[in-house]
């Protein structure tokens, strides 16, 4: 138990626990400023522009192929910016010093490649890569480079999962055991778009959030195995199935992911962290929403967080990669640490295929 709370347990029984001040929020450079780039203005990219504006960040250029699109999204945030008619000309701006990519997976390694050997720092949109390898060569690129490449897991910076994140590295419920999230909510908005054409939409774009959590949480114990199944419910009118779960096994420890995508009636959302000395639960209607309670034997803690996923984790996850840059280190939500997610991602969906146990790592390359 941390310090702080063992002596404060010890003196004062009706106040079991104290709010530690543990640095789950979001956080800034010190002074380091650079320029942003931003490749790829879809819809998602508000959420980006609306957490860099707060923050206080600047965004001096924008890319899209779709060329209204990216004038839209300066005139709305960033009102100062250049629209660039390529990313050649982006890349060649020596005021950009960070670029943010959010193009979809099919054409962003072409286009992190094409930054790294410019010069750029790289803030990728997840899921990072569709094959290990590809993954692994760009993240040594980016060493031979000098330069830094993240990845925007952006639900690391989501303030219930962050606070649980920094809960479990501060050793304030000893090493974990066991963790269990389960979502039930209406993910029926992706009908008629493109994302209704991902074969394992839940289990690849949404799923890979819970796969990096895990990823995190465990920290250096790492996966045996994985077993995971989806299914169609019946009165779904998207193609991809919206129901999948996952087991995953470690050399100490549990772990298991259900997601209920097709829930259009009361939707919840919880996780579950076990250690040897305590437990930490999340539970809320939704991942915007949330409660944490942290239980160990000096009683319960109830902490009053501040924030919302979105857009607070876009703003954390960039943060990290100007503070690293600023630090001169690797980035918490490193490309290297990142595939170590994936490989959880594809052993999964490979099992749901084959309906089989699969060891992480030995699936290389997303299953088509």
């Not at 170590?340 to 309906?355: G, Q, V, Y």
Request: hydrophobic share 40%; net charge negative.
């Amino acid at each position: 138990m941390p310090q702080e709370i063992s002596k404060l347990a010890a003196t004062n029984t009706s106040t079991p626990f104290v709010d530690v001040a543990l640095p789950y929020r979001p956080r800034n450079p010190k002074t380091f400023h650079p320029g942003i780039g931003l490749i790829g203005c879809g819809g998602i990219t508000r959420h980006h522009l609306a957490a860099y504006q707060k923050a206080g960040y600047t965004v001096l250029g924008f890319c899209d192929l779709d060329r209204q699109r990216a004038i839209e999204r300066r005139d709305q945030y960033f009102p100062g910016a250049t629209v660039y008619d390529s990313c050649d000309e982006l890349l060649a701006s020596d005021q950009i010093a960070v670029v943010d990519i959010a193009t979809h997976p099919d054409a962003r390694v072409t286009v992190i490649e094409a930054a790294l050997r410019a010069g750029k720092h790289v803030l990728s949109q997840k899921p990072f890569v569709t094959d290990l390898k590809v993954g692994e060569r760009l993240a040594e690129l980016a060493d031979d480079q000098g330069v830094l490449l993240a990845v925007n897991q952006n639900a690391r910076w989501a303030p219930h999962f962050s606070y649980v994140r920094e809960a479990v590295a501060a050793d304030w419920i000893g090493p974990v055991v066991s963790m269990h999230c389960g979502g039930h909510w209406d993910h029926s908005w992706v009908k008629g778009g493109p994302f209704e054409n991902v074969p394992h939409l839940i289990l690849f774009d949404y799923a890979i959030h819970w796969f990096d959590m895990l990823t995190a949480i465990m920290g250096e114990q790492l996966p045996l195995r994985v077993f995971a199944s989806v299914a169609h419910s019946p009165e779904q009118d998207v193609k991809p199935p919206l129901l999948g779960q996952v087991l995953v096994e470690y050399p100490n420890a549990q772990a298991s992911l259900v997601f209920d995508a097709c829930n259009n009636v009361g939707s919840w959302d919880t996780m579950f962290v076990l250690g040897t000395r305590g437990s930490i639960r999340s539970e809320g209607i939704d991942a915007n929403h949330q409660q944490v309670i942290l239980s160990t034997e000096h009683g319960q803690w109830h902490p009053t967080l501040e924030g919302q996923w979105f857009d607070d984790g876009f703003h954390g996850a960039m943060g990290e990669l100007l503070r690293a840059i600023e630090d001169n280190r690797v980035p918490e939500n490193n490309a290297r640490g990142n595939l170590r997610s994936l490989a959880l991602c594809f052993a999964a969906i490979h099992s749901a295929e084959t309906h089989e146990p699969v060891v992480p790592g030995s699936v290389t390359k997303l299953p088509s």
